[in-house]
């Protein structure tokens, strides 16, 4: 169950869909004033090296992050324009890195810690036992420790004591590794239970596209939660390449519950950029979804 540890992934071709897809959810959710409450089920570290450590082993940043960025430097140095969604998203990743070069990828925590404003609160939540330890000590450096809840607990169980919260502006962001089975079982108990609760939430689902028949059912399925709620939806993923016998991870998807009605756009926009960008070989697609109820 601790086995996992994001440090191995951070930067990937899946952090650039969700992260891409979070900085919109709430940069959109922040332009009304009121209070926004946020939470992110498995925060894992906080933010991650990307010069040594784990990240060197499996190297995942150099088709992804790096990659990204030089794509995008190449482009606008021809001129050639580049969405406004990658540009804010990069724009997010440098802030963490000063002038130089990108040696530090942010996880989910700290996108979402740096886009706090005074109203806002952030909750996270983490069991791996060294993982936690390493999130406490991240999120104290941060000035906006005090608007942010760290909880060492089980946020499937936990998730539905904290809806809907007191401003009834939410979004929960829920990515756990899915390397226990269970965790696709888990999600869908905790998304009917959220959804019973809380309705109007934005809800923000990430996972990894795999020959595994839990992962494949998993759109699907939450369409079903969805229409049995009467929410709207939408669903992208994104394939970097198509080769059987690679053991890596080569797709990734979200799926939003409640999602705003700009989302689409941002997404047809970066999604064939993406696809241009971290494709390895011929068949890199990108799907995109929606469904308004």
């Keep these: 169950m601790f086995s996992y540890r994001h440090a191995f992934h951070a930067g990937s071709h899946a952090d650039i869909l969700k992260h891409l897809t979070l900085i919109h959810l709430v940069e959109y959710l922040q332009e009304k004033p009121g209070a926004l409450t946020i939470v992110d089920t498995h925060a894992g570290a906080g933010i991650y090296s990307l010069i040594d450590g784990f990240a060197t082993v499996s190297k995942e940043a150099d088709e992804g992050i790096y990659r990204l960025a030089k794509f995008t430097a190449d482009q606008l140095a021809t001129g050639k324009p580049m969405s406004a969604g990658i540009s804010n998203y990069l724009e997010c990743i440098r802030n963490e890195n000063g002038d130089g070069d990108i040696s530090v990828y942010p996880g989910s925590p ?81 998304m009917e239970e959220a959804l019973q609760r809380f309705a109007t939430g934005c809800y923000a689902i990430w996972y990894p596209v795999l020959s595994r028949r839990e992962s494949a059912a998993l759109p699907d399925h939450l369409k079903k939660i969805a229409a049995n709620h009467k929410r709207s939806w939408l669903h992208a993923e994104l394939r970097v390449e198509n080769a059987p016998k690679e053991r890596r991870l080569q797709a990734s998807g979200m799926f939003i519950i409640n999602p705003p009605w700009t989302l689409e756009k941002h997404l047809a926009e970066s999604l064939p950029i993406l696809v241009k960008a971290l494709g390895q070989d011929n068949r890199a697609e990108f799907l995109l979804k929606s469904f308004e109820a």
């Design 110 to 190: 700290f996108i979402l810690a740096r886009l706090l404003r005074a109203q806002d609160r952030l909750k996270l939540f983490e069991l791996h036992p060294k993982e936690i330890d390493i999130l406490r000590h991240n999120i104290s450096e941060l000035k906006q420790a005090k608007q942010i809840d760290v909880y060492a607990e089980d946020s499937f169980a936990r998730l539905k004591g904290l809806l809907p919260p007191p401003s009834r502006r939410g979004l929960v962001l829920i990515d756990p590794s899915y390397e226990d089975k269970q965790d696709y079982r888990y999600l869908e108990t905790a």
